[in-house]
């Protein structure tokens, strides 16, 4: 074999070593850029997968926020609501005590409330003090009348009270006081009042 034919064949032979090697690297990067590209598209399904979940879980979040922020508002309201027509309630049996005191059946209940309330008490001497308008028609005969019936001493206190109706009845000495002024029964029936009215209004308790 003459070198030439000779330096022919190593060529050969080199070249074909090198294009198998460079097949194989192609092969192997080919191979490597599909597992990338599946690895890739699998963790980008991933990532939209757990976006998409996390936006639902964002998203029922927000609407029980919203829900439960409406549901508070609208108890809210309607406690307000209750609250109102409730108050508008005793305005309106504070008017009917009101147009009551200028009544003459009102001076019978006050007479009736002295009496009771001294009973009450069972002391012999008591002042009793009124607002300023009963102490005008409440005069000291007026009084010494019902102290006979009651087998006590009544007296009118100078000191007049800014209350609606009734009186304060006491005992001489201070130790004893009663108050049956309309404007404190008012008050002392308003948690019953209250309830009673709630189930008129609304069939059940507030």
Not at 30 to 47: H, R, S, V
Not at 123 to 137: E, G
Not at 185 to 204: C, D, N, S, T
Request: aromatic share 6%; net charge positive; hydrophobic share 40%.
């Amino acid at each position: 074999m003459t070198i030439k034919n000779g330096l022919s064949a190593i060529a050969k032979d080199v070249l074909g070593d090198v294009q198998k090697e460079a097949e194989t690297a192609i092969l192997v990067a080919e191979g490597e850029a599909k597992a990338t590209l599946k690895a890739a598209k699998e963790q980008a399904d991933q990532n939209y997968r757990a976006k998409i979940t996390q936006a639902k879980l964002k998203a029922e979040a927000e609407k029980r926020k919203i829900v439960s922020v409406t549901e508070v508002e609208m108890r809210n309201r309607l406690l307000q609501t209750k609250e109102n027509l409730v108050d508008a309630a005793f305005e309106k049996a504070f008017s009917k005590l009101e147009n009551f005191v200028e009544t003459d059946d009102y001076r019978d209940y006050l007479f009736k409330i002295i009496q009771s309330a001294a009973k009450r008490i069972g002391q012999k001497d008591l002042t009793i003090q009124v607002n300023a308008k009963d102490k005008d028609w409440l005069r000291p005969d007026v009084l010494k009348s019902l102290s006979k019936k009651l087998h006590c001493e009544l007296k009118l206190s100078e000191k007049t009270g800014n209350y609606l109706g009734g009186c304060i009845i006491q005992t001489g000495d201070g130790k004893i006081i009663l108050d049956v002024t309309l404007d404190n029964r008012l008050q002392e029936l308003k948690p019953f009042l209250r309830v009673e009215l709630a189930k008129i209004l609304f069939g059940e308790m507030v």
